[in-house]
């Protein structure tokens, strides 16, 4: 994972403690900062942990713990293309489990994992809120995503065609 | 104290919103909550915006928030001058550049997509006259979609911060008088009395108290809070704001779900916007009330929601309940008195102050007072989000407001309030909507999230689906729920493929009731209720699984299988082929198709392929029940791909 290391020639180390100056050593602030860390590094490194566990006086392993309670905090860098399958209720009651299980069979990956060539990374989510889309997938990262609804295994085909012909440097298909 | 008059504040505002409302220029308002969103309003709003330039047609793109229509989704509200506004729906980028050809510069109104007009017109018939929008009753949801949610003079054009203004007034137990005269109930779930817990959090003497806006909305299928912030921020801002002088808090925090970065965005902007205008921070309007607000991004831990949790989460701690009393009222955030209320409650405050109490406890029953907003989705013919007076049916929410069921399908069950709610029946579809009627049926109120499910809907599977959503958001604090929702989902799990045996239902039942008593938070005390009123009204489903391996569904992958019929399978059609992700379809010697049944994974998609004059691929539960093949299946098994 070079590319997190050194992320426009800082280490996690500057980075972290870049960020750890917009905030006071109050406990109150772990969320926010931990929030932070993740928006600027992609995710949480365990590296990262330790310079905050430092600055806030508190235990790593209670960083950690906080980390891995909160579905929103990532260990591991993500693909280029997140690819998060709902799974709520509306999203279940029209199958979408078949659409993740098209996404691990294609991919080759499990829930939470990303390709070994870091382009592709699946995750599935609670609900994001446009149940009447089911079944929802979402591709992209924080901020900049995009939603395909009714989605179904000949789409996923479809995408995932597309992606890698993005990625081939050929023109899409249409 | 010397307050601004409320009439200076809103003049200015009002001035520079009539330009909008008696607009000289065309004006197209784009519906972009993340729901609209998600169906294509951004390529929409781009189109509009990019078209009017092109054709050189004078015209105000804006963005408005959700009007709840989602089955409508992209929705364009398009006001010529001096005329009513007009309201397509479903709208593409194509067909916003026919809008604005054929109406906005050449005036024919487009009837084709057309839904209706908003106001009273002479050509147009109401939308209000719809179902959809017949029986509801607007009053949380009243301005979301018609205004611009990041333009504060919107809000304020509309007596926005007018019951502010007044509650600043008003002594804080008035104001609390007034709300219990109203007889509002929380909206987030257990529905206690809003005025007691005012009272009580107003009661603890402190230095400091805290007022907290639960929006860490995080039912699986209920997205109305996420839609009101998006839509009318201030409202609900607002609300807690009147909330906070009510208990005398200097500090307010809204707790949002990080997931939802358009609300996070929108809330922070509106946030900004009321300080700016002095509706927010030091002394407010001239009253001598300071109230500080910050938005916390809550991190995606359903237990959140739980008040404790809440808190535990805001201390950066891992959101683990604790147990009450002391009660967050006494003993809160950094241990401060806190009230905390849902999103919808607070927008509801607004409307008892700047109405009356009388207002909203004129509606709805005996002991459920005004509105609730909820969000019907699932299986339902016009899904969105849905405000009705407490007290309305199922059936006429589901059946005469949201059109019935998609498809012809016949009802099975409605599941309210998430994964602490139940499925109600077909027989129990004239229940009323009210706190006390959900919780005799076994369901609860929740947030309002309702998944209308039909008759290829599995109930054992829903539950199970909803025990494995309740036990991966499991805090791990209480062993009951901890470890005996873990056993409830093997159970489950076991009875969907089949192998479940005929003790299990009553452990099941031993299972639930353990949950319910050993568990600290509702977190568990509720998860087991869509078991048990799955068991209570579909045990036959129940049963079917057990004793024949049969899902009566046709929904349990384990128990069924896909078939071609041989006298229905067109020879030579090859439509189903090329879509089976497994190449599990084989060409037999007659030229029609078989499924090798050792490589189908079930996913149906061939069902949807076959073409609708054949309708050869059926569903078989149980498994043992499929014809034997007429050929077996290709050596190497169908990975030559055809056509």
């Known amino acids: ?174 | 104290m010397n307050m601004v008059p409320y009439d200076r504040i809103a003049q200015e505002a009002k001035d520079r919103f009539k330009e909008i409302a008696e607009n000289t220029i065309p004006l197209l308002m784009v519906g972009t909550a993340t729901c609209g969103l998600a169906q294509g309003a951004r390529d929409v709003l781009v189109a509009l915006k990019e078209e009017s330039r092109r054709l050189g047609i004078e015209a105000e793109v804006r963005e408005v928030g959700c009007l709840g229509h989602c089955y409508a989704e992209p929705l364009v509200v398009a006001k010529m001058p001096g005329t009513a506004p007009y309201l397509y729906g479903n709208v593409t980028p194509t067909k916003g550049s026919l809008i604005l050809r054929r109406y906005v510069r050449d005036g024919d109104p487009f009837l084709d997509f057309l839904m209706g007009s908003l106001e009273k017109d002479d050509v147009v018939p109401l939308v209000y006259d719809l179902p959809r929008f017949y029986f509801e009753k607007r009053v949380i949801l009243e301005l979301c979609g018609l205004i611009d949610p990041e333009d504060i003079d919107h809000y304020i054009a509309h007596m926005g911060y007018y019951a502010l203004h007044k509650a600043l007034t008003m002594a804080p137990e008035a104001i609390i008088a007034e709300i219990a005269r109203s007889g509002l109930r929380g909206r987030g779930g257990a529905g206690f009395p809003t005025a007691l817990k005012w009272e009580a959090c107003r009661s603890h003497i402190a230095d400091q108290r805290i007022v907290i806006c639960n929006a860490d909305e995080g039912d699986p299928g209920a997205y109305m809070d996420r839609s009101i912030l998006e839509s009318n921020p201030h409202q609900v801002l607002e609300g807690l704001a009147i909330a906070a002088r009510a208990v005398g808090a200097s500090r307010g925090y809204i707790y949002l779900r990080a997931e939802y970065p358009l609300a996070i965005r929108r809330v922070k902007k509106a946030i900004e916007d009321a300080t700016a205008r002095g509706f927010l921070g030091k002394d407010i309007m001239g009253s001598g009330f300071d109230l500080h607000l910050t938005l916390f991004e809550g991190s995606g831990a359903f237990v959140c929601g739980e008040e404790t949790a809440l808190i535990a989460s805001m201390e950066g701690e891992r959101g683990m309940p604790r147990h009450r009393p002391p009660y967050p009222a006494e003993r809160g955030l950094n241990g401060k008195p806190t009230l905390i209320n849902n999103v919808k409650t607070l927008a509801l405050v607004t409307h008892v102050i700047r109405d009356s109490a009388e207002a909203i406890a004129s509606m709805g029953t005996e002991k459920s007072k005004g509105t609730m907003v909820f969000s019907l989705v699932g299986k339902v013919e016009q899904q969105g989000l849905v405000e009705v007076p407490m007290g309305t049916t199922l059936r006429s929410l589901i059946f005469d407001i949201c059109g019935g069921i998609q498809n012809q399908k016949g009802f099975k069950a409605v599941q309210i309030g998430g994964p602490s709610g139940g499925c109600i029946p077909e027989a129990l579809l004239d229940t009323r909507i009210d706190y006390e009627s959900l919780g005799s049926a076994g369901a609860m109120m929740g947030s309002g999230g309702m998944v209308v499910m039909d008759e290829e809907d599995c109930m054992v599977e829903v539950a199970r689906f909803f025990v494995e959503f309740t036990q991966g958001e499991s805090c791990g604090k209480c062993t009951f729920c901890r470890i005996g929702t873990k056993q409830m989902l093997e159970i489950l799990g076991d009875i969907t493929k089949g192998k479940g045996t005929s003790s299990d239902l009553k452990l099941l039942k031993e299972l639930a009731e353990d949950i319910r008593m050993g568990s600290l938070c509702n977190l568990g005390g509720t998860a087991p209720n869509p078991v048990l009123t799955t068991l209570r009204y579909f045990e036959e489903e129940y049963r079917a699984h057990i004793g024949e391996q049969r899902c009566p569904a046709l929904q349990c992958r384990e128990l069924i299988a896909y078939y071609i019929i041989p006298d229905r399978c067109a020879a030579g059609c090859e439509a189903c082929v090329g879509t089976c992700p497994t190449e599990a379809i084989y060409t037999m010697s007659t030229r029609k198709k078989a499924i090798d049944q050792g490589k189908c994974v079930r996913c149906g998609e061939c069902v949807v392929a076959c073409p609708p004059e054949y309708r050869a691929v059926t569903k078989i539960s149980p498994r043992r029940e499929v014809p034997p093949s007429l050929e077996p299946p290709p050596e190497q098994g169908g990975t030559e791909i055809h056509g």
């Open chain 1, 1 to 174: 994972m070079e590319s997190s290391l050194s992320r426009g020639g800082e280490t996690i180390a500057d980075k972290v403690k870049e960020i750890l100056l917009s905030f006071d050593g109050r406990r109150e602030n772990l969320i926010p900062i931990l929030q932070k860390i993740q928006a600027d590094l992609d995710h949480v490194p365990f590296q990262a942990m330790l310079h905050v566990a430092e600055y806030l006086k508190i235990p790593v392993g209670e960083i950690y713990g906080v980390v891995t309670f909160y579905n929103q905090f990532r260990l591991k860098p993500l693909g280029k293309y997140n690819i998060k399958v709902c799974m709520g209720t509306a999203c279940h009651v029209k199958r979408s489990y078949i659409i993740m299980e098209e996404w691990k069979r294609r991919l080759g990956i499990q829930e939470g994992d990303t390709t070994d060539d870091g382009l592709f990374s699946l995750e599935r989510v609670a609900c994001v809120g446009c149940c009447a889309l089911a079944p929802v997938m979402v591709v992209g990262h924080d901020g900049s995503e995009t939603f395909y609804g009714h989605a179904m295994t000949s789409k996923v085909n479809g995408l995932l065609m597309e992606f890698q012909r993005k990625e081939a440097g050929r023109p899409p298909s249409e």
